[in-house]
């Protein structure tokens, strides 16, 4: 595997758009149904997007390192983008307006950052040597 330039660019474009979504006026988003806590539409889409983080950083170190990742570098970036997620929620509580914190949303988040690990350890199972936390 050659590296590349800028392996981390999706992840960090990524990253932004979460930002951005996150300090964005509540009150220009659609109001989506809720299904209770961790099944509602709103706590999915949280997973979605910090599973794609977690997954998008992963996929770039392993274009960028021959195809290895370490694992205490995978659960790094789980705990990274987990961080990520709960400090963004403290953040629109804080500096957002019309915005809130929520704690199912931070939970959300991590085990969104959990899935997405999970899932680039199923895709790359094969192709994919994982380091014994070197």
Known sequence: MK?????YAPALVWG?????????????????PDWGDLLAVDKLIHMLFY??????????????????????FAVGIVAFSSGYGWFLEWFQGRF???RF???????????GAVVGLLI?????????????LS
């Open 3 to 7: 590296n590349i330039k800028y392996p």
């Open 16 to 32: 932004i758009f979460i930002f951005i979504l996150s300090v964005w006026p509540g009150k220009d988003f659609p109001t989506l």
């Open 51 to 72: 599973g794609l983080l977690t997954w998008l950083i992963l996929h770039s170190k392993r274009q960028n390192t021959e195809g290895v990742v370490s694992m205490s």
């Open 96 to 98: 957002c307006q019309g």
């Open 101 to 111: 914190s929520d704690a199912m949303d931070g939970i959300a988040n991590t085990i």
């Open 120 to 132: 680039f350890l199923f895709l790359f199972r094969k192709q994919q040597p994982i380091d014994d």
